[in-house]
């Protein structure tokens, strides 16, 4: 565990330079959270209703009880690896996979937020160079030449990187507007080195301050459906769970704020709001 100053950490827009470091960040990030998911998809009573339906079909043509219970699980193992990858990174997206492209900033100087402990300390944090990776200068040439229009750049969305001397300690995804005043928060990731330091509610508080002043009036973060820690985490910093309140604003909501769903239709996602 390293400790981190707060009032040092510039959060920043990502560019195109960041993506690769970036989306290693997300794969950490998301480590067994695919596997957590599907041993939650596999332990629903409808899905283990059809997993016996398979093995006493099978158990007619394979002789062995062993068999035939473990080759429909292992099947559907296969099926949900193969399926579920491409949305356990950025969960709670719209989209099928997040536009790292398209949501990368052009601008030559970055776009930054307020980070609210430099008001505290009075500090400014020192804005460096990112790292770049060997073999990433290829890279960046072949992403540059991709063009990108007003009209995908503002569809992809924005993601927002904890930037602390050049190097990137976390990164928060927030999906472009389809409703207005209203924003959606798909992931919060913070490197193993820097977790329990407070960056996770940085980013997140940091993004609320930046929202509310652009007219937003409610955020919705996509938490992933196994995940107590996520959970935990937005509720400590004010955010209810959808639904869980009997009342008709939340009958409405539900209704066009949907969490992802996966395999037979179970949710990936639990879905949490805040009114800032």
């Avoid at 609210?116 to 060997?134: A, D």
């Avoid at 503002?154 to 930037?163: I, K, Y």
């Amino acid at each position: 565990m390293v400790k981190l100053e707060l009032d040092q950490v510039v959060i920043r827009r990502m560019k195109e330079e960041d993506i690769e470091v970036v989306k290693a960040l997300i794969k950490e990030g998301c480590e067994g959270t695919e596997n957590r998911l599907i041993l939650h998809i596999l332990t629903r009573p409808f899905c283990l209703f059809i997993l016996a339906v398979f093995s006493s079909v099978l158990r007619c043509l394979v002789h062995s009880f062993v068999l035939a219970l473990a080759i429909p699980v292992f099947l559907l193992i296969v099926f949900l690896k193969i399926t579920m990858p491409r949305s356990t990174g950025v969960l709670g997206s719209s989209k099928p996979y997040w536009d790292y492209v398209g949501s990368s900033y052009k601008g030559k100087q970055d776009e930054t937020l307020q980070n609210l402990y430099c008001r505290i300390s009075g500090k400014t944090p020192v804005t460096k160079k990112p790292r770049r990776r060997i073999g990433a200068k290829d890279r960046d040439k072949d992403m540059s030449a991709e063009k990108i229009t007003p009209e995908r750049e503002q569809a992809a969305g924005h993601v927002w990187l904890g930037d602390c001397e050049g190097e990137v300690l976390g990164c928060i995804f927030r999906e472009s507007e389809t409703r207005p005043g209203v924003r959606r928060i798909c992931r919060v990731v913070t490197s193993c080195w820097y977790r329990r330091e407070g960056l996770g509610r940085l980013l997140v508080q940091s993004l609320e301050q930046r929202e509310r002043e652009t007219g937003a009036h409610r955020v919705y973060a996509h938490v992933p459906y196994p995940s107590k820690l996520g959970e935990a985490f937005f509720k400590k910093l004010g955010y209810l769970q959808l639904g869980e309140e009997n009342n008709e604003e939340d009958s409405d909501e539900i209704n066009l704020e949907t969490p992802e769903r996966g395999f037979l239709g179970y949710p990936l996602t639990k879905v949490f709001y805040k009114d800032l």
